[in-house]
């Protein structure tokens, strides 16, 4: 048989389909494998390229092959479709995968380690107890407004609303919907004390990275971020500046441009969701620090206050920190403050 040198492999659950083809682009194997024996078949192959879409399990996958010393490239979904020919199945994206990773002009993503993906798991978790307590306080705030007792915004008027609940004094409120709210409550606490168990764990996997215990030093960005950076970015040196970094992370304008004329709308909003909101809470930050303390230090965000609103400024203060944060990272510096901040 032919010696296999690029495979396309479409990862699933159960049922993985391999495309494989020799140096002179002719298909050599092209068949499903059950999950138990997809190690066993690339343990018997020379080592050679394998493309991967970067979806749910692909950099387990990833690690798994490149330790049998196969080389592994991970590829974002979207850039692998306009290579999809027609009739979408699981030998038509092996195929397509197969294709696209063997472009030159095409873009990687680095495999994340374990310990990157652990700290990425802390960050989810933290942030989907986070999205269950707004709605635990949301649903106290409904059910109660329903009898006509309501509380102000934010941590306070929640305590309000469940003082009331507990004062079996107050009449408003029926038995059976005391007995809800409360149920309610507990669930709350719980989700406080595991929203504070995590930023604890956090804070600790922070204080035992280098890498993150540097970035924390820019202004707008704390230990959350700086985790989230360090677990997030495999390989900084995969993005050729600073500018990709942030377009990665969707800070920069989107271009509609034709004709020689740019034309730059609001931002893209493409890439990691979560890094942007982090971004942009870090900047937010910084313009309230700024404003309380003075922005005579800081010239470029005083000009830039003087002419846009706070949320656009603090959208261009993020983009500016992500490349910061990039630089950073990198090239393996600590911080630099700014002539006019350190004077």
Not at 251 to 278: C, F, T
């Amino acid at each position: 048989m032919q010696t296999i040198t690029t495979i396309g492999l479409d990862i699933a659950k159960s049922v993985f389909q391999v495309h494989g083809v020799g140096a002179d682009g002719h298909v050599v194997v092209r068949r499903q494998l059950k999950r138990r024996y997809v190690l066993a078949f690339f343990q018997k192959l020379p080592p050679c390229l394998i493309g991967i879409e970067a979806c749910a399990s692909a950099h387990h996958w990833s690690r798994e092959l490149q330790s049998l010393g196969h080389k592994v490239r991970l590829m974002p979904p979207a850039y692998v479709k306009p290579y999809v020919k027609r009739q979408k199945n699981d030998a038509t994206d092996a195929e397509a995968i197969c294709e696209a990773v063997s472009r030159p002009n095409m873009r990687f993503v680095a495999t994340k380690s374990a310990e990157q993906q652990s700290c990425l798991m802390l960050h989810r978790t933290r942030h989907l107890f986070i999205r269950q307590q707004t709605a635990v306080i949301n649903a106290i705030r409904a059910h109660l407004a329903e009898f006509g007792i309501i509380a102000p915004v934010g941590r306070n008027g929640v305590e309000q609303l469940l003082s009331v609940v507990a004062d079996a004094g107050d009449k408003r409120l029926p038995e059976v919907a005391r007995a809800c709210i409360a149920a309610l409550g507990a669930q709350l606490q719980t989700l406080k004390a595991q929203v504070l168990q995590f930023d604890r764990l956090i804070t600790a996997w922070h204080r035992s990275n280098e890498a993150s215990k540097r970035l924390d030093a820019i202004p707008g960005v704390g230990p959350a971020l700086a985790t989230a950076l360090v677990a997030s970015v495999a390989n900084p040196h995969a993005f050729r500046s600073g500018r990709d970094f942030s377009a990665w992370i969707g800070l920069v304008p989107k271009q509609n441009s034709s004709g020689g004329k740019d034309r730059l709308g609001n931002i893209s909003k493409r890439g990691d969701r979560y890094l942007r909101s982090l971004f942009t809470a870090g900047a937010l930050a910084v313009i309230r620090y700024a404003k309380i303390r003075g922005t005579k230090h800081r010239p470029w965000l005083t000009a830039l206050l003087a002419r846009r609103p706070t949320k656009v400024a603090a959208i261009a203060l993020a983009n500016k920190i992500a490349r910061m944060a990039w630089a950073m990272m990198a090239k393996g510096e600590h911080y630099k403050e700014p002539a006019a901040l350190a004077a």
